[in-house]
C-alpha cells in the first residue's frame, strides 16, 4: 500500500512538502508519480520521477514550482509544493507504476494512495 501524508491548509505562497510511503522490498522497482483531483474536475497528473529517481517530468503548469524526490533507501516519494496558490487546492495521490520511463497517465499506474487534502488560502 501507499500512504500520504503531509497535507493541510496553508496561504498563497507558501510550502508544503507531501510524503508518500511504500511498503515492501520491491520500492524501487516502480516509477512513482504524483496526481491531484480538484472538487468538481478530473485527476490531473502533477509529477512523475523514474526509479533510480534520476529522471523527472512535470507538466508546464507545475514546472518550476513543484519538485519530485524519492529516498528508496526509506521507500518514499516526496513532492515539494513551492509558492502555492489557491488553485492548487486539491486532493493529491501519489502512484507506483511497473511501467518504465516517465508515465502521465493515470491508467499506466497500478497502485494508488488515499490521498491528502491541501487546501490554499487566498
Known amino acids: 500500500p501507499l500512504v500520504e501524508s503531509g497535507g493541510g491548509l496553508v496561504q498563497a505562497g507558501d510550502s508544503l512538502r507531501l510524503s508518500c510511503a511504500g511498503s515492501g522490498r520491491t520500492f524501487s522497482n516502480y516509477g512513482m508519480g504524483w496526481f491531484r483531483q480538484a472538487p468538481g474536475k478530473e485527476r490531473e497528473f502533477v509529477a512523475t520521477?523514474?526509479?533510480?529517481?534520476?529522471?523527472?517530468y512535470y507538466p508546464d503548469s507545475i514546472k518550476g514550482r513543484f519538485t519530485i524526490s524519492r529516498d528508496n533507501a526509506k521507500n518514499t516519494v516526496y513532492l515539494q509544493m513551492n509558492a502555492l496558490k489557491p488553485e492548487d487546492t486539491a486532493d493529491y495521490y501519489c502512484a507506483a507504476a511497473r511501467l518504465y520511463g516517465l508515465p502521465t497517465r493515470e491508467q499506466e499506474y497500478d497502485y494508488w494512495g488515499q490521498g491528502t487534502q491541501v487546501t490554499v488560502s487566498s
Open positions: 520521477i523514474t526509479r533510480s529517481g534520476g529522471n523527472t
